[in-house]
């Protein structure tokens, strides 16, 4: 069979004479003559179909369609070394029949059988919502395959759902949410997320070879090292706005993995669910598996519109407040400036000084728990310590909310040190193997969240410190990853269940506080961004993107990270100067800039701040809340980028209904007297006059006061910055 002919997979038949026949859903299509199914959201068409062996072919994924469009399955066979089982791209392939790739779903049987292939069985529509049902051609063993098309954004949500229905347990040894697919071409180009700690969220960008690329972790969380994110572009335009790009999240906070590989044909499959490493679900006559979410979604403007694309999903689909969440508070936090030595005195006085700068929320960091001196004990034991705050906690809120702020507070609620009364008493609620050494991080060790009785003794605790206290913000840290992720309480075929378990339990504490105690917000962090996705993200309402909070540093960790995520959930820090991971002296409108392209806060130590330090920033605060909503849920567009080592960053967010933008420029250093970069405003109203307003005080240069959406994006704007570690911020307001 000719190449032309496998590309035929992927391209349109026109035919005016063929007529449809529709069971139709809001947005979904199931042509019954030409077996195909359909899914429509607003500039997107995605479809599939069943082939003559009644397997499902996906069909097309990009720029909406025609009405009358028509597409159609065929059988594909390049020589007996690529059967049809293995060269023929599948929606959901089984492990069997000759499969080389990438599998979605691999089972071991008691007898040994290992063959698994998977066939059309039934479907059904409702709504916005599709469900294909495939069983193996001989065993009992379906797969619901779930699909939900969000029409706004054309973002499709899909998952699997495994079901034993044999008479024997089985073996799940690879599980994933779903596979995508593009067609074949040799001019894919690949992005994606990979850091450390204290150095997040660093953007890669590469050509797709045949072969393979992993994209994973398995830390038993997130992770910082990889994020279970991906965008494919078709070319390397350079052009941040436009082109093709299909990108993907992976909803899951655990071990996962992400296999992108270009097969020998040139096709791309795109495989993404639970990490097989270590895996092994034993899955009982009756019982049923569940998959994360992968979500996918396409955009022909660029890796630019495909961030905005998932912002704007992540906003109105994703978070807990969906579809309208309120903006993030300011808040202050207390970690540097008291690190584990709170009291009750030194508290309140730093609130008095949040205040007074037009803070928010005051957060009260690690240490006013039980025997909490310094990381090396306490965790696990959640009561007020009565030397630090003799009175509970109620005194301090009360003065707190006196002042104008409401009241949040860290907590750790997975770990335990070894020298707690938690630990003494229930040595076994750890993750370990018997007999073996427990390895510590940080002085503690990780509570096996799959156990019952340590999902209910993490609820029940924290739900007793909501209802005693008036709390309105929990920091939920998790400063380490697994090690010896065994689960001895349970028989040794049982025990990787842990992977899955433990972040079900998660997942469910969060959902549950939620439900009891709703005006209470969470924000996820790990060490930083080492649990950053769009699971957790279903149940908490911001992320601390990075523990590094050095300014400069922080553009970098601030523009990968909007590739994958809302500068809603992203919170910054101003912290101390000199300070952060390079202990840059920064000047605190520098620091403050930074971090007003997110959601903004104040982490320095105030009892070291002068008069002018507290002028600026009142001011910079009081700035930042006329354009927080348009930073927040805005459109951003990232004019600059400061990756592989630019001397700028420019970022411009642009209101929903394009009434305001407000752009953020930084200069590192400049040389040989050049000036810096025109900036092309974008996503303006062409038509409307804007008028300029300076955040921070006007970098010279002649600027017109007033000028069109066409002036501002056409002619652009010229900014006299130059020297070391500049910035400058102007917001643009239309005209009424």
């Excluded at 697994?482 to 998660?506: C, F, H, M, R, T």
């Excluded at 411009?652 to 009434?659: G, P």
Aim: charged letters at 20%.
């Amino acid at each position: 069979m000719s190449r032309s002919k496998l590309v035929l997979l992927f391209g349109l038949l026109a035919s005016s004479m063929y007529t449809y026949t529709f069971a139709q859903g809001n947005h979904i299509q199931f042509d019954q003559q030409a077996r195909v199914f359909r899914i429509d959201g607003d500039h997107v068409t995605y479809a599939f179909g069943l082939n003559e062996e009644n397997a499902l072919q996906p069909l097309y994924w990009g720029a909406r369609l025609g009405a009358n469009d028509r597409l159609s399955p065929e059988n594909i066979s390049h020589s007996s070394f690529d059967l049809a089982s293995g060269a023929m791209p599948q929606e959901f392939q089984g492990w069997g029949a000759g499969l080389f790739y990438e599998p979605a779903l691999k089972i071991t049987f008691p007898d040994g059988n290992r063959d698994l292939v998977l066939h059309y069985v039934d479907h059904h529509i409702d709504g916005d919502s599709l469900t294909i049902q495939l069983k193996d051609i001989s065993r009992d063993v379906f797969v619901d395959l779930k699909y939900h098309i969000d029409p706004a954004t054309g973002v499709l949500g899909r998952s699997a759902v495994i079901t034993n229905k044999t008479k024997d347990a089985v073996l799940i040894e690879q599980a994933a949410a779903a596979a995508w697919s593009l067609p074949a071409g040799t001019d894919y180009w690949l992005y994606y997320l990979t850091g450390r700690w204290a150095g997040e969220m660093n953007v890669q960008h590469e050509a797709i070879r045949p072969g393979t690329r992993l994209i994973e972790s398995r830390r038993g969380s997130t992770g910082h090292q990889n994020n279970p994110w991906f965008a494919i572009a078709r070319g390397d335009s350079g052009d941040q706005d436009s082109g093709d790009v299909w990108f993907g999240a992976l909803g899951w906070s655990g071990s996962w993995r992400i296999t992108v590989e270009q097969d020998t044909m040139h096709n791309i499959r795109v495989t993404g669910g639970y990490n097989p490493f270590d895996f092994g679900y034993k899955l009982a006559p009756g019982q049923q598996l569940e998959t994360p979410i992968f979500y996918g979604g396409y955009s022909d403007h660029g890796i630019g519109g495909a961030s905005r694309l998932l912002h704007r999903f992540e906003i109105t689909k994703i978070l807990p407040q969906a579809p309208n969440p309120r903006p993030r508070p300011v808040i202050y936090n207390s970690w540097e400036a008291t690190e584990f030595n709170v009291t009750e005195q030194g508290q309140e006085e730093l609130a008095e000084k949040a205040a007074k700068i037009g803070v928010e929320r005051f957060v009260m960091d690690d240490g006013w728990f039980g025997q909490r001196k310094d990381d090396h004990a306490g965790l696990g034991d959640w009561y007020v310590n009565k030397e630090k705050f003799p009175n509970g906690l109620k005194p301090l809120i009360d003065k707190v909310h006196s002042l104008g702020m409401d009241f949040g507070l860290w907590v750790e609620p997975e770990m335990v040190n070894p020298n707690s009364d938690l630990y003494r008493n229930h040595p076994d609620w750890v993750l370990n193997f018997a007999g073996r050494p427990r390895t510590e991080g940080r002085n503690q060790l990780v509570l096996n969240l799959a156990r019952q009785d340590v999902r209910d003794y993490v609820f029940n605790f924290l739900d007793k410190l909501l209802n005693e206290n008036d709390i309105a913000f929990l920091k939920w840290d998790y400063n380490r990853n697994w090690s010896e992720p065994g689960w001895p309480a349970v028989a040794p075929d049982e025990q990787k269940k842990v992977y899955v378990k433990y972040i079900d339990n998660l997942y469910s504490i969060l959902k549950e506080l939620r439900e009891k105690h709703p005006k209470v917000e969470i924000e996820s962090c790990s060490g930083g961004g080492g649990r950053v996705d769009l699971g957790i993200l279903r149940y908490t309402d911001e992320v601390w993107p990075s523990d590094n909070t050095d300014p400069f540093d922080r553009l970098s960790i601030q523009n990968g990270f909007t590739y994958a995520y809302t500068p809603e959930v992203m919170m910054a820090w101003v912290t101390e100067s000199p300070g952060g991971a390079n202990h840059s002296p920064l000047s605190t409108e520098y620091r403050f800039l930074s971090s007003m392209q997110g959601s903004l806060g104040v982490g320095a130590n105030l009892n070291h701040w002068t008069d002018a330090d507290f002028a600026t920033a009142q001011r910079l605060i009081s700035e930042y809340k006329a354009v927080r909503e348009t930073v927040q849920h805005g459109a951003l567009y990232r004019l600059i980028s400061p990756a592989n080592g630019s001397e700028f960053s420019v970022t411009e967010s642009v209101a929903t209904d394009d009434s305001q933008a407000a752009v953020f420029a930084f200069l590192h250093s400049s040389q040989f007297g050049y000036p810096y970069p025109r900036l092309f405003l974008r996503g303006l109203d062409k038509d409307a006059q804007y008028k300029l307003h300076w955040i921070t005080e006007k970098p010279g240069g002649k600027l017109p006061e007033t000028a069109s959406g066409a002036y501002w994006m056409g002619h652009g704007v010229d900014l006299n910055l130059d020297g070391d570690f500049q910035a400058t911020a102007f917001r643009l307001e239309k005209a009424q």
